[in-house]
């Protein structure tokens, strides 16, 4: 799906300019598009190590998001979370975070951390500025970054919206499933009142989606 999204950018930088001749803004515009996909493309290709993350960090309201989704569903914990140490770390390791989901999948399954991605709308920093659920997915990217510090490259998130009612969402997370990020769009529908409906197009690397309407 992607290379066949690339090529129609491509097409449509190349041909357009020349049939119907483009503002130099329009231009820029799909021309910058174009190169994000292309970079996206090259780095969902690239050999990912966890060597590269071991010092990334999230901030401890994703903690807080999982023990209050494992409270609710009274879903067992690998081990306790002081409330001390939340409250007097704004920021843990990534692969602590990793360890207290892959736990909890390996003993409820994906469906876990489908919930615990449906609640981050509710816990995550998140701008005051998105106001729309088409907003959210198209600052996504952003807001992954606002709960996260890295000095190294962590993933990131891709909206496609050229196509009329549809929106494509590329994910490259390999820290964070399918399942979850499955559970993230089903939040921000939630979070803004949006009626969904989603077809998952690969489960690989954090996935891709296709949103219609």
């Known amino acids: 799906m992607m290379k066949d999204i690339i090529e129609f950018k491509r097409q449509q930088l190349y041909q357009t300019i020349g049939l119907v001749g483009l503002t130099s803004d329009e231009t820029l515009k799909v021309s910058q598009e174009l190169e994000s996909l292309m970079n996206f ?3 969902v290709n690239r050999p990912y190590t966890l060597k590269r993350t071991n010092q990334a960090m999230v901030h401890n309201n994703f903690i807080y998001n999982i023990l ?3 409270s609710k569903e009274k879903l067992e914990l ?14 843990f390791r990534i692969d602590f975070a990793n360890t207290l989901l892959e736990a909890l999948s390996e003993r409820h399954g994906a469906e876990v951390l489908e919930a615990i991605g449906e609640a981050v709308p509710v816990h995550c920093i998140f701008p005051d500025t998105v106001q729309s659920f088409e907003q959210s997915l198209l600052h996504l990217n952003h807001i992954f970054h606002l709960n996260h510090k890295s000095s190294s490259y962590i993933g990131e998130y891709l909206p496609f919206m050229d196509i009329k009612n549809e929106i494509q969402l590329f994910c490259h997370t390999p820290d964070y ?9 089903k939040g921000l529908a939630k979070k803004f009142n949006q009626p969904l409906k989603m077809k998952v197009i690969d489960n690989g690397m954090g996935g891709q989606f296709k949103i219609i309407g």
């Open 78 to 91: 690998p081990f306790g979370i002081s409330e001390n140490i939340l409250a007097t770390n704004d920021w």
């Open 41 to 43: 493309h090259s780095k």
């Open 68 to 70: 209050d989704v494992s």
């Open 177 to 185: 499933s399918s399942s979850f990020n499955y559970g993230i769009i």
